[in-house]
């Protein structure tokens, strides 16, 4: 009786002993980033691309982007985005006043270009929950970008 009794609080205290050791696995593993939810690089630069073109054919803001250097704008944003969301990139840009003081973009043009971003998002099926949370990095962005 006494060895039975012994044999199965070993066991008990084994299975004790395993599911700690898996609790402390969970909480140390911290959740994927943004970045890591998106795609990582090769998924940014496309909603980038997809974005930045549809400015660019826009009649509503296409003017503002009239000569300027596409290629080197769009590795700009990329990098920006990437930090932002918690990715391995350092953005080197302007701050969003300075980028865009000498621009004058009203605010239409600011809802403008949000909708090409959805619009970019909806298109690389990217889901509602990532959608929000970078939405939710740019669009507080917009009084530094509006009418400087
Ligand atoms: C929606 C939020 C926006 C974000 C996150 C954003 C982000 C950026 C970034 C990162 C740059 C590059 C800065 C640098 O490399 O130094 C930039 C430049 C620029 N942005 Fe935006 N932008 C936004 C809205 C807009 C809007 C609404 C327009 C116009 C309709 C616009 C037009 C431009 C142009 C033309 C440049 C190039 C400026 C230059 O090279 O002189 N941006 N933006």
Redesign the pocket.
Known sequence: MRCFKQTTLRRWGRMLAAVALLAGCAATQSPATLYERLGGLPAITALVDKSVDR?VADPR?HH??DG?NLKA?KA??VS?VCNASGGPCKYE??T?IE??RE?A?TPL??DV??GH?RASLDELHVGAREQQELLQI?LP?KPD?VGH
């Open positions: 400015h803001t503002t982007f300027i704008l700009s944003i920006q840009g302007a969003m980028a865009h621009l973009i043009q600011f270009v949000i971003i740019i962005m970008i």
